[in-house]
Nanobody, 116 residues
């Protein structure tokens, strides 16, 4: 399975971006999917996750109320809608999937830069 993230870019503070992660090779409909990010000089951190049915989500406290994760199992995609972006949201964003306890599928990152 390959995960391809897209949608990153440069946006002003307060703006919005929508990231998309497309899976190819096999379906990820049974996987819990998540988004992580890594800012320059910092460790990778959890952002959001969604269960296989799409009816249970988790968010990092820093993005609650601003970011929304969703999935379309028919299209094999997972999206992250990011609103009210802040400079501290600047990072490389990665999508990932897990079938068990740990995330074992990782895509390449997409860069999000939020200017002040």
């Amino acid at each position: 399975v390959q995960l391809q993230a897209s949608g990153g870019g440069l946006v002003h503070a307060g703006g919005s971006l929508r990231l998309s992660c497309a899976a190819s090779g096999r379906t990820v409909s049974s996987y819990r999917m998540g988004w992580f990010r890594q800012a320059p000089g910092k460790e990778r951190e959890f952002v959001a996750s969604i269960n296989w049915r799409g009816d249970s989500t988790n968010y990092a406290d820093s993005v609650k109320g601003r970011f929304t994760i969703s999935r379309d199992n028919a299209k094999n995609t997972v999206d992250l809608q990011m609103n009210s972006l802040k400079p501290e949201d600047t990072a490389v964003y990665y999508c990932a999937g897990r079938s068990g306890t740990n995330y074992n599928l990782w895509g390449q990152g997409t860069l999000v830069t939020v200017s002040s």
